[in-house]
Nanobody
Framework: VQLQASGGGLVQPGGSLRLSCAAS????????MGWYRQAPGKQREEVAI???????TYADSVKGRFTIARDNAKNTVYLQMTSLKPEDTAVYYC??????????WGQGTQVTVSS
């Protein structure tokens, strides 16, 4: 299982970023995909999940601001983040799990929201 996240960076409050995660090593279309994040001094938390059928769930803190999507033809999952706040600052990790794949996380991409 390989999960390669990209798209992080420094953005001002109220700004937007789109994270991408290129996946390989498993049957992407059959797996649950998602994003977690971990802020300094805090536990890793689930941000958004998308099932193989496209059903999505979000943490309350990001509902209405973040959108998760998947492209099964490209084996890629995205996280569109808008109206970013300083408290969204964290390392964001791509996530997957499936029938034959245990819960797995990628290497993470840093998102910093600051003026």
């Amino acid at each position: 299982v390989q999960l390669q996240a990209s798209g992080g960076g420094l953005v001002q409050p109220g700004g937007s970023l789109r994270l991408s995660c290129a996946a390989s090593g498993f049957k992407f279309s059959a797996n649950v995909m998602g994003w977690y994040r971990q802020a300094p001094g805090k536990q890793r938390e689930e941000v958004a999940i998308i099932l193989s059928r496209g059903i999505t769930t979000y943490a309350d803190s990001v509902k209405g601001r973040f959108t998760i999507a998947r492209d099964n033809a490209k084996n890629t999952v995205y996280l569109q983040m808008t109206s970013l706040k300083p408290e969204d600052t964290a390392v964001y990790y791509c996530y997957t799990r499936g029938v034959l794949v245990p819960s797995s996380w990628g290497q993470g991409t840093q998102v910093t929201v600051s003026s």
